[in-house]
């Protein structure tokens, strides 16, 4: 790699979005990546369309390109205003990365990607390409080439990002993106305020996905049977995704349990237009552990969970332990009577019911859209570089020598005079066994880091500039110039420095002893070949890893 080149994964700078926008404007252009399969449901386009109705809101264009989506779904986007580009290329695979690709070069702005089936190569073909706005649930590999990764889940956990660009990450249930049906119950409630009134439950939602390929929704009919003549049943909403194999059997189903004497009246609803409002008017809901999961939190509605997929347990967990939520079991495996027995405690459960949809309430606030919009729109700046130091550099490494978060970091807290830096800068640009590099963004420095040949390996040390400090540019810089070195390298830490302890972690290096009141961490040399760069060192050589909020 080139002194001067961009870290692995980095975003592209010639794209549109990438170029500056007037204070003010909207953000562009947006192309979201995403497909629906009866196996895979619905899930991934219906999230893609909640972040493209608050793209448009916030006063940018949208439109969605997807290999595989049935007519019915791409016919509901459509309705909603936005095109569907057919990607010509096998879903997930490097045709598919290359046209989108090049899709989005042509027309210009973000790519929002939604898809466990994306590869990490896929991931890295299209974020060294265009801007990319990662919508993701697990951490999987290939996150490190996104500008922007987005993970709305409640076990959402910042150190599965280890190699996410700085400021990269949007993590939690704050970012979870609602459709625009749901906007107007913002104001529903307080965020405290009880939800769910009422003692009994006089309507039940059962919605199970966009396919619901195991027809889970069957099983909950079931367990409703089991309960007739034991408890006086509320009316039941039975919604059917567009993609389900088993609706005509579900929906004769329903009409039996109706027919049979003391039996619920079940309403079945397919295409529904406004998902708000069916979750709106229940009391009660039997639901998967996808996306409806946190739209029920956020309308205060407890949610008896059915798992139909293997990749629900950790959000399920988290939203049991979240207090909105019961996790009835894993589907197929759990019975109809194990159902029943969950529905009962519930229904006959009206504090409990209460209490879950206040937690509900707290965990959802339903503004995560209009969060993740705005940080798109910060994220627009350039990605950091790295260059080597040069002696028009003088004055701005003085200026941030002297700074005092980095000398009361430093060997020696005493200011450093001009003439004293300047000779130390010009032996360092002469010394072959140094390396001073300068990080910008977008042309502007905004810090620098060191790498200092010993005995003992590689001596790495970083300065944040003060304005750049609190935005990860230590943890970037520091893993960007480790990547450099091939052999053992090191850095000493001020005792109760954790900031600074952090970004050494961060760059690959462990605690490994105490030597003259310094912390030192290291790292051995890495297994691989690869050149040792020279390195370099500043006067009064700070303790590598100074003050700073990252």
């Known amino acids: 790699m ?30 979201l990546r995403a497909d629906a399969t009866a196996r895979s449901g619905t899930g991934h386009v219906m999230r893609c369309l909640a972040l493209a109705e608050a793209w448009r809101a916030a006063g940018g264009t949208a439109t969605f390109a997807a290999a595989e989506i049935g007519d019915g779904l791409a016919a509901m986007v ?161 919604v059917i995704g567009a993609m389900s194999p088993h609706a005509d059997r579900v929906r004769a189903q329903a009409a039996a349990l109706s027919a049979r004497p003391g039996g619920p009246a079940v309403t079945v609803k397919t295409a529904v237009a406004d998902m708000a409002a069916e979750i709106a008017a229940a009391d009660l809901a039997v639901t998967a552990g996808g996306l409806t999961l946190q739209e029920l939190a956020f309308l205060g509605v407890p949610a008896a969970i059915v798992r139909t997929a293997d990749n629900q347990a950790r959000g399920v967990a988290a939203a049991e332990r979240a207090g909105f939520a019961v996790d009835l079991g894993r589907f197929p495996g759990l019975t109809v009577g194990e159902i029943a027995a969950g529905l009962r405690e519930l229904l006959e459960d009206a504090p409990r019911r209460r209490a879950m949809s206040n937690a509900g309430r707290r965990t959802v606030d339903g503004r995560g859209a209009e969060r993740v919009v705005r940080a798109a729109l910060r994220g627009e700046r350039p990605p950091l570089t790295l260059r080597p130091a040069g002696p028009d550099d003088a004055a701005l490494l003085l200026a941030w020598r002297n700074d005092p978060a980095v000398r009361e970091a430093s060997r020696s807290p005493r200011e450093v ?67 450099r070195v091939s052999g053992p390298l090191w850095a000493a830490v001020k005792p109760g420095n954790v900031a600074s302890a952090k970004v050494a972690e961060a760059a690959g290096m462990q605690p490994a002893s105490v030597e003259d009141g310094f912390r030192i961490f290291r790292r051995p040399a890495l297994p691989q070949d690869g050149a040792v760069p020279r390195s370099a060192a500043e006067p009064s050589r700070p303790p590598a890893f100074p003050d700073d909020p990252d």
């Open 2 to 31: 080139s002194v001067d080149a961009p870290p692995a994964g980095a975003p592209a700078t010639d794209t549109p979005a990438a170029q500056d926008r007037p204070p003010g404007a909207g953000p562009g252009r947006l192309t």
């Open 78 to 238: 459509r309705s909603r205003g936005f095109d569907v580009t057919a990607v010509p290329a096998a879903s997930g695979g490097d045709a598919d990365a290359d046209a989108v690709a090049a899709l989005v070069q042509r027309s210009g702005g973000w790519l929002a990607l939604d898809g466990y089936h994306f590869s990490a190569d896929y991931k890295r073909c299209v974020g060294a390409a265009v801007p990319l706005l990662l919508v993701d649930d697990f951490a999987e590999p290939g996150y490190e080439a996104a500008r922007l990764v987005f993970n709305q889940t409640l076990h959402a956990d910042p150190a599965a990002y280890p190699d996410a660009a700085p400021g990269a990450l949007l993590l939690g249930p704050k970012y979870t993106v609602l459709r625009r049906e749901f906007l107007p119950y913002l104001d529903r409630a307080p965020v405290d305020g009880t939800l769910v009134e009422r003692e009994r439950v006089r309507r039940l939602l059962v919605t199970l996905g966009g396919s619901d390929p195991d027809d889970a929704a069957g099983a909950v009919l079931d367990a409703l049977a089991e309960l007739m003549g034991e408890l006086d049943l509320p009316a039941v909403a039975l």
């Open 417 to 483: 005079q001009p003439e004293e830096h300047a000779r130390w800068l010009a032996g360092v640009l002469a010394d072959p066994d140094r390396t001073l590099l300068i990080a910008e963004e977008g042309g502007a420095p905004v810090g620098s880091v060191r790498l200092d040949a010993g005995p003992s390996g590689q001596e790495i040390s970083y300065t944040v500039a003060p304005a750049a400090r609190g935005r990860g540019v230590a943890k970037w810089m520091s893993r960007a110039a480790a990547a």
